[in-house]
T-cell receptor, first 113, second 115 residues
């Protein structure tokens, strides 16, 4: 079964610190890797995504690092803020309009004031 | 406003009853998806549809049914055969062409509770 393994399950970071969430995948054919952010009682929202032709992508305080040989990718949140407290999901899929996303189980991030 | 709407926001069901969750999108997206979310389980795919009048089972389709009679609508029926239906249900859609074809957008969700 195609899997995406996400860690840690939960994370507490102080305001201003760096939050790091890691994901590992098995299917080497995956070539689209998005991260979603979900607040309690809401639907997930696409945060940032990367394809394996680059090793890093940055959007504001959010950075994805990608290691193709290790089949791992991670989300870094710089200068973490209490408003970043949410559940984060990594996912992976084939780069095809007809593929489906395989999600990690999520990381609950709490940024303490 | 363009987006995905799900209704109702909260739904209560007695055991043995079928219930239907609504999902509508005005994004002109081709594909639509239903996910189930349980605490600590991530998002699990129930059904998806890439074209009107066609749909495929996801990883946990047992006890659920769908229809796709219109491009904009993808209702999910939770049948009495679903043994543990209490969960948060999420509908999503995405285009199958264009620069954003990999971007999947989610609705606000429906929380179903079986009494």
């Amino acid at each position: 079964q195609q899997q995406v393994k996400q860690s840690p399950q939960s994370l507490i970071v102080q305001k201003g610190g760096i939050s790091i969430i890691n994901c590992a995948y098995e299917n080497t054919a995956f070539d689209y890797f998005p991260w979603y952010q979900q607040f309690p009682g809401k639907g997930p929202a696409l945060l940032i995504a990367i394809r394996p032709d680059v090793s890093e992508k940055k959007e504001g305080r959010f950075t994805i690092s990608f290691n193709k040989s290790a089949k791992q990718f991670s989300l870094h949140i710089m200068d973490s803020q209490p408003g970043d407290s949410a559940t984060y999901f990594c996912a992976a899929s084939l780069n095809s309009g007809y593929s489906t996303l395989t999600f990690g189980k999520g990381t609950m991030l709490l940024v303490s004031p | 406003d363009g987006g995905i709407t799900q209704s109702p926001k909260y739904l209560f069901r007695k055991e043995g009853q079928n219930v239907t969750l609504s999902c509508e999108q005005n994004l002109n997206h081709d594909a639509m998806y239903w996910y189930r979310q349980d605490p600590g389980q991530g998002l699990r795919l129930i059904y998806y549809s890439q074209i009107v009048n066609d749909f495929q089972k996801g990883d946990i389709a047992e006890g659920y049914s769908v229809s796709r009679e219109k491009k904009e609508s993808f209702p999910l029926t939770v049948t009495s055969a679903q043994k543990n239906p209490t969960a948060f249900y999420l509908c999503a859609s995405r285009p199958l062409s264009g620069s954003s074809y990999n971007e999947q957008f989610f609705g606000p969700g429906t929380r179903l509770t079986v009494l």
